[in-house]
C-alpha cells in the first residue's frame, strides 16, 4: 500500500518528462533552425521504426556480403555467398556444401568485391543482387526475397575476377573482366612470354534466368589487365566499357613497369554486335572446365561441371571493340544517368577525363583512328573527350551520380570525395573522408535514376575513427548527406571485411517481397518429414540417416541408440515450424563441420562420423522459447560390431529400427 | 481495496496518454495510441473480454453452427494437415507438449477451437481460459500460419476424434 503514493508521483513526473521533450520535438521537427548539423537527427531512426534504404556491403576478403540500414548504418544480416557460414552451416550442410564447389573442388573462401543488384529498365528492381568472387573466379547471385545466395558460376579463362559484375540494363547480361591476364588457354609457358602467351577476356554471363547463369561468350583480347566495367545506358544502352591497365604488358613490378604509358584504354564493346557475330558464327567453342551451382526445387545445391565455353576473336568480329585512349592507368569507369558521359578514374591521372558517347559514335564512323591494336581500333583521344575536371584531388578512382546534375568522385590519395557538375566539369564541392577512400556509393548512384539523397564513403583505412581494437580494425564507412549544395557528413559506421563496394536500393522496393517461412506442404526435400508422426532412423549399411523433426521445444527422435564407432550419421533436421522468426538450431558435441540452423518449414542435413564409445548430447542452438535449455537429445555411440539395437523415440519407450 | 488503489493511477495513466497524443497530434506526428478498453475488469476476466469473446474466443471465427453429419472427406483432410503442423504437440488421449485433444470439443465451442488454431498469439495474451493452460503448459502454442480452410478441415477432424463421435464400448 505504501509505495502506492510513491508511485503515482513517478507517473506524474513521467508525464511533465514526456510533455515536456514532446514540446521540445515541435520545436526540432518541421523548423529550419534543425536543417543546419543535426546530423545525429537525421541518422536516428527510432527504435522500432524501419531504415529507408537497404545497403549491400561486399565483405571483400571475408566472402560474405553484409547488409546495412541507411541512413542508421545498423548491420542487419550477414549473407554468406563464398565462404562458410558456422553461424547457419552454409558451406557446411549436405544441401549447401555444393555451392562452394569450383573446378578447383572444395574453395570455402573467396574475395568478394561488387555487389550489383539487377535492374529493369536501368532501375535497381530488388530482385536480385549479384556479387563477384575475385580470387576464385566466380560470380554469385544472391535471392532478395530470402536473401540468400541461390547460384554460383565460376568464370573459365580468367584470373582475378575484379572487372565484375557489371549488369545490363535489363538485367540481360553481367560481365566478368580478367584482371590477370593468362595464358589461354593455360598451359606450361615460361612467365617472360607474356606478351606472346597471355590474354585477356572480358565474359558475358546470362544473368535473367535463375538457375540458368552461362558464360554467353567471352571476348578475347590483349593481355592487359581489366579493372571495372560499367554498362551503357539510355542512347549508349548496347555497349559496355571495360577499363584496362598495364597496356604495357608487363610480367613483374608491375608498379613501376606498368606506368609507363602516358594512357592506357577503355575498351568499348559493342555486345549486342557480340551477339550478331556469335549467332552469326563467328564465334568458336574451346575446352574449359568450371562449375555452375544451383539450388534445384528441393532446396539442394546441385553442382556440374561445364565442359566448353564460346570464344569470339575481335578480328573475327569488326566493328566488336573499340579501345578509347584514357590517362594514366583508369580504375573505375562509371556511365552517367543520361548514358552520355562516361568518367574514368585514372588513378594516376590528375584530371579526370570525361568521354562522350556521341562523339565516340562520331569517331568511329569516320574512323578517326589512332592505330590499331590486335586488330581494335584505337580512336583519337581529342575526338572522344567530353572534358576533363581540372582539380579532382590526387587519385581519382570511382565516381557516381546523384541524379540531379553533378557527379561524385572518391579521391585515393587525398582522402576526399570531390562533386562536380556534369554541365561545366568544375568541382563545385569537396569534403575530406577518413581514410583513403575507395569506392564510394550512392543508392541507385550508377543507374538511370539515382535517389540522391545519401552518400557512403568505403574506406581503406580507419586509424583512429572508433575505438581501438587491437592491431585489426574495421573498416570504416561515412554517410554523407547530398542532398544540399554542401555534402556533410552524417554518420560513421563499422563494417565487415573490406566493403570494398556497396549497392543500395529504397527499403519499399523490396521489403513488402520477404518470404518469412517455407511451406512446409512444400518442402521437396527426400529426408524431410512431414510431421512428428514420420521421424525414423534407417541404417544403410554405415550410413545411418536419422529423419528428425523440430518444433518449440523438442527433437523428436531425442534419444538414439545403436550407433556404432565408425558410422556415418546423418542428421536430416526438419523445422515444423510454420510461423515468422522461429528458426531452430541442431549441434552435436564433436561435430567436426558446424552446426544447422533450419528455417520454418525447412529440412536442412548435418553429417556426423562418431569415432568414440559413449552417450553425446544434441541441442538446439537458437534460443527458441521458455524451454529452450529442455529442447536436447542424446545419441549413444557403440563400438563398431557391437549388436546394440537401432532405436529410437521421444518421450516414451524406444522404437526399434526396422532397417 | 485493490480497486481503490488502482483506480486513481489508471486516471493518471490515462492523462500521461493524452498528453502524449495531443503533443504528438501538434507536431502532427503518429497517429495517437489506443486508450485501454474502458470495459470493468475482474480477476476471472482481466482484459474485459465480451461474453461472446469468453464462449467463442478471440479472433477472425465467431459463432459457428456445424451440420449435424460429420464431413468424412473433410475430416481426413484435416487429418492430414494436423499430422503434420500439429501431432508435434498434441495427442487425443493423453498431455504431450500440449493438453490432449480428444475431448476438446466437450470443452470449448468450435469457434473457440478455431481462433485458438489462427489467433494464438492474441488468444494467449487474452482469454483467460488459454492463458491457464500456458501457465500449466509453459509452452505458447505457435501460430502454424494456417488458411481458415485448413482450420476448418482440422475441426472436423476433431470432431471425429470426440468420445461423442466413437460410442463409447
Ligand atoms: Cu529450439
Redesign the pocket.
Known amino acids: 500500500m505504501l509505495n502506492r503514493p510513491v508511485f503515482r508521483i513517478t507517473l506524474g513526473i513521467a508525464a511533465l518528462v514526456l510533455a515536456a521533450v514532446l514540446v521540445n520535438a515541435c520545436r526540432t521537427t518541421g523548423s529550419a533552425g534543425l536543417a543546419d548539423g543535426d546530423a545525429a537527427q537525421r541518422v536516428y531512426v527510432p527504435p522500432g521504426q524501419h531504415d529507408e534504404f537497404y545497403a549491400f556491403m561486399s565483405g571483400g576478403f571475408s566472402g560474405n556480403l553484409t547488409v546495412h540500414g541507411l541512413p542508421s548504418g545498423r548491420l542487419l544480416k550477414t549473407v554468406p555467398v563464398f565462404s562458410q557460414f558456422p553461424e547457419n552451416g552454409w558451406g557446411y550442410s549436405e544441401e549447401t556444401k555444393n555451392m562452394l564447389m569450383t573446378s578447383h573442388g572444395f574453395v570455402p573462401w573467396d574475395d568478394a568485391h561488387h555487389p550489383e543488384l539487377s535492374m529493369t529498365d536501368g532501375v535497381p528492381d530488388g530482385r536480385w543482387i549479384f556479387i563477384n568472387g575475385n580470387n576464385t573466379p566466380r560470380v554469385a547471385r544472391i535471392d532478395l526475397t530470402t536473401f540468400e545466395t541461390d547460384e554460383i558460376l565460376e568464370i573459365p579463362n580468367s584470373a582475378g575476377n575484379h572487372g565484375s559484375p557489371f549488369i545490363t540494363p535489363n538485367s540481360e547480361y553481367l560481365v566478368a573482366s580478367t584482371r590477370f591476364s593468362v595464358p589461354v588457354p593455360q598451359q606450361d609457358v615460361s612467365i617472360d612470354s607474356y606478351k606472346q602467351n597471355f590474354k585477356g577476356t572480358l565474359s558475358f554471363i546470362r544473368a535473367d534466368r535463375p538457375g540458368e547463369m552461362d558464360v554467353a561468350f567471352q571476348i578475347l583480347v590483349p593481355g592487359y589487365n581489366y579493372d571495372l566495367a560499367h554498362a551503357g545506358k539510355g542512347p549508349s544502352d548496347g555497349w559496355m566499357f571495360f577499363t584496362s591497365y598495364n597496356s604495357e604488358e608487363a610480367n613483374t613490378l608491375l608498379e613501376i613497369n606498368a606506368s609507363q604509358n602516358d594512357k592506357d584504354f577503355i575498351a568499348a564493346v559493342n555486345w549486342r554486335r557480340a551477339e550478331e557475330c556469335v549467332a552469326g558464327g563467328a564465334a568458336r567453342t574451346m575446352p574449359a572446365r568450371y562449375a555452375h551451382n544451383h539450388f534445384d526445387e528441393a532446396h539442394i545445391a546441385r553442382h556440374e561441371l561445364k565442359t566448353e565455353v564460346t570464344v569470339l576473336e575481335p578480328s573475327d568480329c569488326p566493328n566488336l571493340v573499340y579501345f578509347l585512349p584514357t590517362p594514366k592507368s583508369p580504375h573505375g569507369v562509371d556511365v552517367d544517368p543520361t548514358g552520355e558521359y562516361i568518367v574514368a578514374g585514372g588513378k594516376l591521372a590528375t584530371v579526370i577525363p570525361v568521354h562522350s558517347f556521341r562523339k565516340m559514335i562520331d569517331a568511329i564512323e569516320n574512323e578517326r583512328f589512332e592505330t590499331v591494336v590486335d586488330g581494335i581500333p584505337v580512336l583519337q583521344y581529342e575526338a572522344i573527350i567530353a572534358g576533363e575536371v581540372e582539380n579532382p584531388g590526387l587519385g581519382p578512382l570511382h565516381t557516381e551520380f546523384d541524379g540531379n546534375g553533378y557527379a561524385y568522385t572518391t579521391a585515393f590519395i587525398s582522402s576526399e570525395i570531390v562533386k562536380w557538375s556534369l554541365e561545366t566539369f568544375e568541382v563545385v564541392d569537396r569534403i575530406p573522408v577518413y581514410y583513403s577512400v575507395g569506392h564510394l556509393m550512392i543508392p541507385g548512384g550508377d543507374s538511370r535514376r539515382p535517389w540522391g539523397k545519401y552518400l557512403v564513403a568505403l574506406n581503406k583505412i580507419t586509424k583512429d575513427r572508433y575505438l581501438p581494437t587491437g592491431p585489426e580494425l574495421a573498416h570504416a564507412a561515412q554517410l554523407i548527406d547530398i542532398s544540399g549544395d554542401k555534402m556533410r557528413l552524417l554518420l560513421d559506421f563499422p563494417t565487415m571485411g573490406e566493403p570494398h563496394y556497396a549497392q543500395a536500393i529504397a527499403a519499399d522496393v523490396i521489403k513488402d517481397r520477404q518470404v518469412k517461412m517455407y511451406q512446409l506442404s512444400e518442402n521437396k526435400n527426400p529426408y524431410a518429414v512431414k510431421g512428428e508422426g514420420e521421424t525414423r532412423v534407417e541404417r544403410n549399411g554405415n550410413e545411418v540417416h536419422v529423419y528428425m523433426s523440430?518444433i518449440?521445444?523438442h527433437f523428436a527422435p531425442d534419444n538414439i541408440e545403436g550407433i556404432k564407432v565408425g558410422d556415418t550419421v546423418y542428421f536430416h533436421v526438419t523445422n515444423l515450424e510454420q510461423d515468422w522468426d522461429v528458426p531452430?538450431?541442431f549441434a552435436v558435441l564433436g561435430a567436426n563441420n558446424a552446426e544447422l540452423l533450419i528455417m520454418p518449414g525447412q529440412t536442412r542435413t548435418l553429417v556426423w562420423k562418431p569415432e568414440r564409445v559413449g552417450v553425446f548430447p544434441f541441442y538446439?542452438t537458437?534460443?527458441?522459447?521458455a524451454l529452450?535449455q529442455e529442447?536436447q537429445g542424446y545419441v549413444r555411440v557403440s563400438p563398431a560390431g557391437s549388436d546394440v539395437p537401432l532405436a529410437y523415440g521421444t518421450g516414451g519407450t524406444l522404437t526399434t529400427a526396422s532397417r | 481495496m485493490t480497486e481503490v488503489a488502482i483506480m486513481p493511477t489508471r486516471a493518471l495513466l490515462l492523462a500521461l496518454l493524452l498528453i502524449a497524443s495531443a503533443g504528438l497530434a501538434a507536431c502532427g506526428g503518429a497517429e495517437p495510441e489506443a486508450a485501454a478498453p474502458a470495459a470493468a475488469t475482474s480477476p476471472d476476466n482481466p482484459g474485459g473480454l465480451t461474453d461472446a469473446q469468453l464462449e467463442h474466443g478471440i479472433g477472425p471465427v465467431s459463432a459457428m453452427t456445424l451440420e449435424a453429419e460429420i464431413d468424412a472427406a473433410l475430416a481426413a483432410q484435416g487429418e492430414a494437415v494436423f499430422n503434420m503442423k500439429c501431432a508435434a504437440c498434441h495427442k487425443m488421449d493423453q498431455r504431450y507438449v500440449g493438453p490432449p485433444l480428444g475431448d476438446v470439443l466437450t470443452r470449448r465451442s468450435p469457434a473457440y477451437v478455431m481462433n485458438m488454431m489462427l489467433n494464438p498469439e492474441e488468444m494467449l495474451q487474452k482469454h483467460p481460459a488459454a492463458r491457464e493452460l500456458l501457465a500449466q503448459y509453459m509452452t505458447p502454442m505457435p501460430n502454424q500460419t494456417l488458411t481458415h480452410d485448413e482450420a476448418r478441415a482440422i475441426l472436423e477432424f476433431l470432431r471425429t476424434q470426440q468420445p461423442a463421435a466413437t460410442p463409447a464400448p
Do not use: E
Not at chain 1, 537458437?622 to 522459447?625: G, L, P, Q
Open positions: 523440430t518449440r521445444s531452430h538450431g538446439c537458437d534460443f527458441c522459447s529452450h529442447m
